[in-house]
């Protein structure tokens, strides 16, 4: 028997045979564990020469893929390791230190998941020159179990091939195209603002000071989940959900709690035979499943509520539809031209729901934070977005446009804390990476909090600097051009689906919070990381808000 235990997560495994085998997996107890990408053990072993001087064989010849230096041999032996030492809440600085130790290229194995991991940008764009018209990423083989079990349709996310693109480019048509952003940036513009009125009320009622004037130290935290989960819900379905309210709905404090046990719960069944702890009816596949029923039917009374609307509109002899001529949000816009049908529509929206809250909330956690300890760079960005805002006459797609030192910020924000810590192809055809065959079929990770602080490609890697991405993003790089080097959305056609709606509600919210309140932290320490399926902070920083 073999129990490994942390403070994030529990795991009983026992040999085949042995007594009170029934027990096979106990489950995750808290709220975050884990992390989704598998970086093995370092094994004691260096290569000679410069980090990123590519390695030839002794005849000159490439290097097979046995060459490749790696973590350790047995996925399960790595597997046992990480778990024992709890790696895997650090495993963003595990991977860092592994690129030290073993240089740009590494294979690792851990459990059932294989992978080559690679860091430099000049690697990187060999592997996605390369991908194809249907480039295939890593599939989180649980959610699409999850999917086959209950016989629901898969979205995007989980689709490969032809399947793929053609459900793709109908719904770029709806979130990733300028005249769809054109449309949903009033949704996201209106959230922000109530936001920033919420926040001003509540440091005029809670805060310190002669009023007017006053301010006030928060964990900002819980008010930036709930604006994330109230700009999905009006950009994605059309309708505000009520959360900056003083009781917000126990619906939509179900639904966050849905989407973190998904995540909490996905990991460990990365690496682990799902399929077994689903036939035997383990907890931690029973807890997996149960968010994801949840997060299915919050999708599935939005979908409801919209033909509620379309048909209160037809009765009251309404030819515009169930939007009354105005926006109805992306699952209106798919329902009303119905080229996809409605279990695909259910499908996309409900991934797109489930991975816009989080996502978003934590890098604005980081956001406040960094300028808050940098108060010339925020005041630089201030400046920039009033100015921008006084031109723009309130329009926000203008006032964005006139700010790029803000959507630098959000880059670079990006760049320091990835939200996710890898972006994945699986290789097409047989590729050659810093001199090693890499055949066709290979899981190929892109590291990305490594590739962000590494002084090989970004001067002074550890110094928060918008201004390096203005100017086509040439300032503060180590390495000729600037190419594959802000990847946090992913590359090319397989890029996350709902970038656009991510990156100007992040913007839209920064903006109205830099035009209200001045921002300072209590502590300038650099704050711990830990790693879920997400990259988080440990304890979220604590911020001051005071009035303009």
Same mark, same amino acid.
């Given at each position: 028997v073999i129990m490994i235990m942390s403070t994030r997560v529990t795991v009983c495994v026992r040999a085949p045979g042995a007594r009170g085998s029934r027990n096979l997996l106990c489950g995750v107890t808290l709220r975050r564990a884990l992390c989704v990408t598998a970086a093995g053990t370092v094994v004691d072993e260096k290569l000679e020469g410069r980090k990123g001087v590519r390695k030839k064989g002794v005849d000159g010849q490439v290097r097979s893929f046995k060459e490749i230096p790696h973590t350790g041999r047995s996925g399960w032996v790595n597997l046992v390791k990480f778990w024992r030492e709890d790696r895997f809440r650090q495993l963003h600085k595990h991977m860092e230190r592994t690129f030290n130790a073993l240089g740009p290229i590494y294979r690792e194995h851990l459990g059932t998941q294989s992978s080559v991991n690679i860091i430099l940008p000049s690697d990187i764009g060999e592997l996605f020159r390369s991908e194809g018209l249907h480039p295939e990423r890593m599939t989180l083989q649980p959610w699409a179990t999850h999917r086959e079990?209950?016989?629901?349709? /898969?979205?995007?996310?989980?689709?490969?091939?032809?399947?793929?693109?053609?459900d793709r480019l109908l719904l770029n048509k709806e979130v990733m195209m300028s005249a769809a952003v054109k449309r949903f940036l009033p949704l996201l513009d209106e959230v922000a603002r109530d936001f920033c009125r919420m926040m001003q009320a509540k440091v005029e009622r809670e805060g310190r000071g002669e009023e007017g004037k006053r301010s006030l130290t928060i964990d900002p935290s819980p008010d930036i989940f709930r604006f994330a989960l109230e700009a999905s819900c009006n950009v994605i379905y059309g309708e505000r959900i009520g959360l900056f309210s003083s009781s917000p709905s126990l619906e939509s404090q179900k639904f966050i709690w849905a989407v973190e046990q998904m995540l909490v719960t996905t990991p460990p069944l990365l690496y682990l035979p799902h399929r077994l702890l689903l036939r035997i009816g383990a907890p931690l596949w029973t807890q997996h499943a149960t968010a994801w029923d949840h997060i299915f039917s919050h999708a599935e009374a939005r979908i409801q509520r919209w033909y509620q609307r379309l048909s209160s509109s037809q009765g009251r002899g309404s030819e515009a539809g169930a939007s009354g001529g105005q926006y109805s949000g992306v699952l209106g816009q798919l329902m009303e031209k119905g080229q996809l049908s #409605?279990? #695909?529509? /259910?499908?996309?929206?409900?991934?797109?729901?489930?991975?816009?809250?989080?996502?978003?909330?934590?890098?604005? =956690?980081?956001?406040?934070?960094?300028?808050?300890?940098?108060?010339?760079?925020?005041?630089r960005v201030r400046q920039q977005v009033r100015a921008s805002w006084e031109q723009a006459g309130g329009d926000p797609q203008k006032a964005l446009q006139g700010a790029p030192l803000l959507k630098g910020t959000i /880059?670079?924000?990006? @760049?320091l804390y990835p939200v996710a810590t890898t972006v994945q192809r699986r290789t097409i055809k047989d590729t050659i990476l810093q001199n090693y065959h890499i055949p066709a079929g290979t899981l190929v990770q892109v590291c990305l909090y490594p590739l962000g602080r590494s002084a090989d490609v970004f001067a002074a890697? =550890?110094?928060?600097?918008?201004? @390096?991405?203005?100017?086509?993003?040439?300032?503060?790089?180590?390495?000729?051009?600037?190419?594959?080097r802000s990847l946090a959305f992913g590359f090319g056609a397989r890029q996350c689906v709902g970038r656009r709606i991510a990156e100007n509600e992040m913007q839209l919210l920064l903006m109205h919070i830099l035009l209200s309140f001045h921002l300072s932290v209590t502590s300038s320490e650099d704050i711990k990381t830990t790693c879920t399926l997400i990259? =988080?902070?440990?304890?979220?920083?604590?911020?001051?808000f005071r009035k303009l």
């Open positions: 079990t209950r016989h629901y349709s /898969k979205g995007v996310f989980l689709k490969n091939g032809e399947e793929w693109r053609v #409605l279990d #695909l529509i /259910k499908a996309n929206v409900t991934e797109m729901m489930a991975g816009g809250v989080d996502t978003t909330a934590v890098p604005l =956690q980081f956001a406040l934070f960094e300028l808050g300890r940098n108060p010339e760079v925020q005041e /880059k670079e924000i990006l @760049r890697p =550890q110094r928060f600097e918008p201004d @390096r991405w203005v100017n086509n993003g040439e300032k503060g790089q180590t390495v000729e051009g600037s190419s594959f990259l =988080q902070p440990e304890t979220p920083p604590r911020i001051t």
